[in-house]
T-cell receptor
């Protein structure tokens, strides 16, 4: 079964606005991670939130996790043009094996100057 | 401390040829993972290896694909008799012996099959 489905699939906002991306998953997890991928490049790890945590901050990033709803959100505040990228959530599933990340399809974020 | 290194960054093969993709994990990391990304999609897990052992290959196609992580040298993902559907970006990630949950990704190898 697929984990980590993001929505929206694409998001376009003005520079300075906040961007919120959501992720849903289906099975129990150890943790959930968010990655960023610039076009044609590799993945950059942004933040990891464990299943017993509800919220985590890192700079302009804020991640929430609701295990009862099996969902997470990534908020980027005061967006910049350099934030333009695809954002993926990935879950480390308890059922499917602790060492395997399962990625969603991603949200393509465009920040307009 | 250099990051995860992959080479080549771009690889072009004709149908029927072999593709060999290399991954050198971060220093001190003994866990390697391979993922495949088709255009406009997320990454899909292929295989998880530790030194000289394949731990989980549940995402690997049963035929033509193989992976190894020898005692010395990089991890190799090998695709025999490539077909057009193998065209994708192949990413390698590594994590340390101590079991960090975070996987650190390389820049990827973009395989194009003509």
């Amino acid at each position: 079964s697929q984990q980590g489905e993001e929505d929206p699939q694409a998001l376009s906002i003005q520079e300075g606005e906040n961007a919120t991306m959501n992720c849903s998953y289906k099975t129990s997890i150890n943790n959930l991670q968010w990655y960023r991928q610039n076009s044609g490049r590799g993945l950059v790890h942004l933040i990891l939130i464990r299943s017993n945590e509800r919220e985590k901050h890192s700079g302009r990033l804020r991640v929430t996790l609701d295990t009862s709803k099996k969902s997470s959100s990534l908020l980027i505040t005061a967006s910049r043009a350099a934030d333009t990228a695809s954002y993926f959530c990935a879950t480390d599933s308890l059922i499917q094996g602790a060492q395997k990340l399962v990625f969603g399809q991603g949200t393509r974020l465009t920040i307009n100057p | 401390n250099a990051g995860v290194m992959q080479n080549p960054r771009h690889l072009v093969r004709r149908r029927g040829q072999e593709a060999r993709l290399r991954c050198s994990p971060m220093k001190g990391h003994s866990h390697v993972y391979w993922y495949r990304q088709l255009p406009e999609e997320g990454l899909k897990f292929m295989v998880y290896l530790q030194k000289e052992n394949i731990i989980d290959e549940s995402g690997m196609p049963k035929e033509r694909f193989s992976a190894e992580f020898p005692k010395e040298g990089p991890s190799i993902l090998r695709i025999q008799q490539v077909v057009r559907g193998d065209s994708a970006a192949y990413f390698c990630a590594s994590s340390p012996v101590s079991g960090s949950d975070t996987q650190y990704f390389g820049p990827g190898t973009r395989l194009t099959v003509l």
